[in-house]
């Protein structure tokens, strides 16, 4: 049997307190808990607070929620702060609005090596399903569920992703949703690139800039699967900007970014 690393669980979370509930719902029924679990709150309310703080009380692992005031969209901000607190070796990263399969973490954990970073993808729910689910603060979901879309990505072979090489390059469906990697190599490339501000290129650019060192992605199928909530789509903030700043990565193979996590590990 393979020996596991330590592993945290990094969830992103903004103003969402019903979607949290649900994902971290999914996460106590996981068959392999992680080790830490480590909420990156971009600026949330109360709400979400008293949520985590009611978690705590019962919650098996260490969960920590690291907060920032709200400052409009600074995703890379928060993701930076929470990476630098982790102590564990590797990173499992989601949005807080994701909810697992009972074999999510064991499956990123089963399928990580050194020098590569894995991503997977997401089944979709529908936006009414998502509303029966968040009512009911409850979410037992399987390929004869109603309500979802893109079905077939719920078929659980995990002996196939056993056998597929690392992608030759790294894919525009990552998501940071569905991720994770070596806390040393994040810490290597900086971290995220705060550059990037509002919803867009970040997650790609910070793939991008692991492969550029050397680590190589891999994609989770019929595996690490999870469940999207439904939400409005988000927009691209500042497209030009965020397109300069990653063919700028591109063009120059950046492995590091400068305005990266390195401010924040100073205090840990």
């Not at 009611?54 to 890379?76: A, C, M, Q, R």
């Not at 901000?77 to 929470?82: D, P, R, T, V």
């Not at 020098?115 to 729910?125: A, C, E, H, P, S």
Request: charge should be positive; charged fraction near 30%.
């Amino acid at each position: 049997m393979k020996n596991h690393p330590s592993v945290a669980l990094l969830i992103s979370t903004y103003n969402w307190p019903e979607a949290l509930d649900l994902v971290l719902g999914s996460v106590l029924k996981q068959s392999v808990l992680p080790t830490e679990v480590i909420i990156a709150d971009d600026g949330s309310a109360e709400e979400t607070r008293s949520l985590i703080n009611n978690y705590k009380k019962n919650f098996p692992v260490s969960l920590h929620h690291i907060w920032h005031e709200d400052n409009g969209f600074t995703k890379t901000l928060i993701l930076n702060k929470a990476i630098a607190k982790i102590k564990s070796d590797y990173i499992i990263q989601i949005d807080g609005d994701i909810i697992l399969h009972k074999h999510f973490v064991k499956d990123h954990l089963n399928a990580c090596k050194d020098k590569m970073f894995l991503y997977g993808t997401r089944v979709t729910i529908t936006k009414e399903k998502s509303l029966q689910l968040m009512a009911k603060k409850k979410a037992d979901l399987n390929i004869f569920s109603s309500g979802l879309k893109k079905r077939m990505r719920i078929l659980y072979l995990p002996f196939v992703y056993k056998n597929r090489k690392p992608d030759a390059a790294i894919s525009t469906k990552l998501r940071g949703a569905n991720m994770s990697y070596w806390r040393k190599d994040a810490i290597e490339i900086n971290g995220y690139n705060e550059d990037f501000l509002g919803w867009g290129f970040e997650d790609y650019d910070f793939g991008q800039r692991l492969t550029f060192l050397g680590v190589m992605p891999k994609r989770l199928k019929f595996a690490g699967i999870c469940f999207h909530i439904y939400h409005k789509k988000a927009v691209l903030e500042n497209p030009d900007k965020g397109n300069e700043i990653q063919n700028k990565t591109i063009e120059g193979r950046i492995k590091r970014c400068e305005n990266g996590i390195d401010k924040y590990l100073k205090d840990n």
